[in-house]
């Protein structure tokens, strides 16, 4: 980016919002909060010429949204997750909702049955579209928050079964599901197994 403004050809406004959207994600996940939030706040300078283009706007709010929770803000989590939830809503991008801002929802409320309620809002989109991988990472994200128990067992079989339809789900090709299912009752008791990351669950 820095390269391409040097020599006087700067990318579009959109596609530079884009980059360091991406970019800003790519800290977040490897555990650089200082340089996520330096890449989402830039980012954020890019909101308002995106209300002719509501996808990118929902997600990239959503991510702020997401960052923030992470930073330790939950209201300004609050405020730009349901931002990003209204947006997507009135828009039809099911996608997103399920996939993204209904889970970065739930890992911010306090009460276990409001998270769980926008998990079940989740699950229900992934499960009409078919969203197989995406339902796998809810049930997850589902049994991490209910605790040990019948419900996180419930999920933990629907989930064996859910990556025995889907090749990319096969123990070699995803060995961050196959660590977390061997480890199960250390992931529901709220630990971190070996070789799973905190970082890319952002828990």
């Known amino acids: 980016l820095q390269a391409a403004r040097a020599e006087g050809a700067p990318p579009e406004a959109l596609r530079v919002a884009r980059f360091l959207q991406i970019a800003g994600e790519a800290w977040l996940h490897a555990g650089g909060l200082e340089d996520a939030r330096a890449l989402l706040e830039e980012a954020a300078c890019s909101l308002e010429m995106m209300h002719h283009h509501p996808r990118q706007r929902g997600k990239l709010l959503g991510t702020l949204g997401e960052a923030y929770r992470v930073f330790g803000d939950p209201r300004r989590a609050r405020a730009l997750l349901t931002e990003a939830r209204e947006l997507s809503e009135r828009h039809g991008h099911l996608g997103l909702l399920a996939d993204y801002t209904y889970p970065s929802l739930a890992k911010l409320e306090w009460r276990q049955e ?90």
Do not use: Y
């Not at 128990?149 to 789900?169: C, F, I, K, T, W």
């Open 114 to 203: 409001s998270g769980l309620a926008w998990l079940e809002k989740a699950k229900a989109l992934q499960v009409d579209q078919g969203n197989v991988i995406g339902l796998v990472r809810t049930l997850l994200l589902e049994a991490r928050l209910t605790g040990p128990g019948q419900s996180a067992e419930a999920n933990r079989v629907q989930v064996d079964a859910l990556r025995r339809r889907r090749p990319a789900l096969h123990r070699r090709r995803c060995p961050l599901l196959n660590r977390i299912l061997a480890r199960w009752r250390c992931w529901v008791s709220g630990g971190m197994p070996e070789g799973v990351t905190e970082d890319f669950w952002r828990l």
